[in-house]
């Protein structure tokens, strides 16, 4: 087993990579490791080391510099879920980051206002709330009180109705 760092591999130069790949008798690994704005590892059984996409950005003398990467890259920058471009955003942003990784982070994102369990007390409340409407076809007074919010009689119409009902 070889005992090299793959991200130590990678040179200091935006696109560069660096690849190996173990193939044996019934499995094939390829691992990759790419620099973007940062390095990201990559490990697949089905990619190959070919270069196919393209990237263009912005050098640092103003010109527009096209690099290429490899495979498993480009299928990874397709086909990547809005978790994983979330993730990059937040790497990205440090101030961002900072919010988010505090203890108290719903502290920050409420403004101080409102605690996470207040809002959430207010969203089911009022999703209760819409729910018996519709399904009563009346509409409540606004002045109930929050007390209601865990009283067996709020959910009674939806425990034992369908929404759909008539």
């Given amino acids: 087993m070889p005992s090299t760092d793959i991200i130590e591999q990678v040179e200091e130069e935006y696109g560069s990579y660096y690849t190996m790949k173990k ?59 809005s978790v994983d471009a979330a993730e990059n955003l937040r790497d990205n942003k440090t101030s961002y980051r900072h919010v988010i990784s505090t203890e108290r982070w719903e502290i920050h994102y409420f403004d101080g206002n409102m605690s996470h369990t207040t809002f959430k007390d207010i969203l089911a409340f009022t999703l209760l709330k819409h729910c018996k409407e519709l399904i009563e076809n009346t509409h409540e007074d606004n002045s109930i009180s929050r007390m209601r919010l865990r009283n067996d009689s709020t959910h009674f119409s939806l425990k034992n109705r369908p929404i759909w009902a008539d």
């Avoid at 990759?32 to 003398?61: E, H, M, N």
């Fill in 23 to 81: 193939i044996s008798i019934n499995h094939k690994i390829f691992v990759c490791a790419y620099r973007d704005q940062k390095i990201k590892a990559f490990v697949s059984s089905c990619s190959t080391t070919r270069l196919t996409g393209q990237r263009s950005f912005v050098g640092s003398g103003g010109n527009i510099v096209t690099i290429s990467r490899p495979e498993v890259v480009e299928e990874y920058e397709t086909h990547k879920s």
